[in-house]
T-cell receptor
Framework: QKEVEQDPGPLSVPEGAIVSLNCTYS??????FMWYRQYSRKGPELLMY????GNKEDGRFTAQVDKSSKYISLFIRDSQPSDSATYLC??????????????FGQGTILTVHP | NAGVTQTPKFQVLKTGQSMTLQCAQD?????MSWYRQDPGMGLRLIHY???????DQGEVPNGYNVSRSTTEDFPLRLLSAAPSQTSVYFC????????????????FGPGTRLTVL
């Protein structure tokens, strides 16, 4: 079983829809949670970063972390065609022998149709 | 800052050929790493380095070598290319992996698309 599991998608939604992207993880030492966005033929870029349980909002994007359930989500409100990309969750291990290790989910391909 | 740069952007090799993928960063980051990205497989770590002169294997190291003679550069060598190494390769850097730096984000280069025939 992978340490980080991400819903593979792909997701296809109409413009204006609310999008929910999700990852689960198994290691309780995972402490720092990130979402990267990767446009086609580009490298991943950091989109959201949160350290703690709860919600963090940035414009149309909300990152949610539930450490008790080991579940993280990224919500996109009023989705736009420009949001079409691959979204990768990434988690940093802050304990044990893998301290500092960064683990990625498999990525979800999102397409937003005009 | 240019961030993380990679060359070449595209490369086609024949089976058995060798080549070096170049990676450089100008952020004075201690930690650098190489990933390959294949459809449905996500990003898989090939090799990484926690500082000049120190390298270690990731989850898919076979067929690749790395060295880190300077903080800025981290080249990836394919010793004898195989069709299974057809992939997109990303270099990444991060300030560090210990102490306060453990929380720092990782920056990626634009990638190298490699095809092995």
């Amino acid at each position: 079983q992978k340490e980080v599991e991400q819903d593979p998608g792909p997701l296809s939604v109409p413009e204006g829809a609310i999008v929910s992207l999700n990852c689960t993880y198994s290691n309780s030492a995972f402490q720092y949670f990130m979402w990267y966005r990767q446009y086609s033929r580009k490298g991943p870029e950091l989109l959201m970063y949160t350290y703690s349980s709860g919600n963090k909002e940035d414009g149309r994007f909300t990152a949610q972390v539930d450490k008790s359930s080991k579940y993280i989500s990224l919500f996109i409100r009023d989705s736009q065609p420009s949001d079409s990309a691959t979204y990768l969750c990434a988690i940093i291990n802050a304990g044990g022998t893998s301290y500092g290790k960064l683990t990625f989910g498999q990525g979800t391909i999102l397409t937003v149709h005009p | 800052n240019a961030g993380v740069t990679q060359t070449p952007k595209f490369q086609v090799l024949k089976t058995g050929q060798s080549m070096t993928l170049q990676c450089a960063q100008d952020m004075n980051h201690e930690y650098m790493s190489w990933y390959r990205q294949d459809p449905g497989m996500g990003l898989r770590l090939i090799h990484y380095s926690v500082g000049a002169g120190i390298t270690d294997q990731g989850e898919v190291p076979n067929g690749y070598n790395v060295s880190r003679s300077t903080t800025e550069d981290f080249p990836l060598r394919l010793l004898s290319a195989a069709p299974s190494q057809t992939s997109v390769y990303f270099c990444a850097s991060r300030a560090g992996t210990s102490g306060r730096a453990v929380k720092n984000e990782q920056f990626f280069g634009p990638g190298t698309r490699l095809t092995v025939l």
